[in-house]
Nanobody, 115 residues
Framework: QVQLVESGGGLVQEGGTMRLSCAASGSGFSIRHMGWFRQAPGKQRELVASITRGGNINYADSEKGRFTISRDNYKNTVTLQMNSLKPEDTAVYYC?????????WGQGTQVTVSS
């Protein structure tokens, strides 16, 4: 069983920056996939960015150029640096990870961008 603990989040003004971090523990296997999803009120959960153990990165189109995902394979951590935040980025952000896909989820952290 993998436990994911997120940190970061909170309230930020439009145009501001925020950094989310997630630490994975309890894994006896290699965690190939790590990523961030978000869910805004009344909307479906959507991928924000993902990164494989080998460094392959995928961003949602709306985040390209504003968000940067990175990971530390030794520490099993993944970080999302968010710049130029917009009110529409307001959502609960979830860390997710897994060996073959996104099998495990964190508890979520609220990000609120005020205009």
């Amino acid at each position: 069983q993998v436990q994911l603990v997120e940190s970061g989040g909170g309230l930020v003004q439009e145009g501001g920056t925020m950094r989310l971090s997630c630490a994975a523990s309890g894994s006896g296997f290699s965690i190939r996939h790590m990523g961030w999803f978000r869910q805004a009120p009344g909307k479906q959960r959507e991928l924000v960015a993902s990164i494989t153990r080998g460094g392959n990165i995928n961003y949602a189109d709306s985040e390209k150029g504003r968000f940067t995902i990175s990971r530390d394979n030794y520490k099993n951590t993944v970080t999302l640096q968010m710049n130029s935040l917009k009110p529409e980025d307001t959502a609960v952000y979830y860390c997710s990870a897994g060996p073959l896909g996104f099998n495990y989820w964190g508890q979520g952290t609220q990000v609120t961008v005020s205009s």
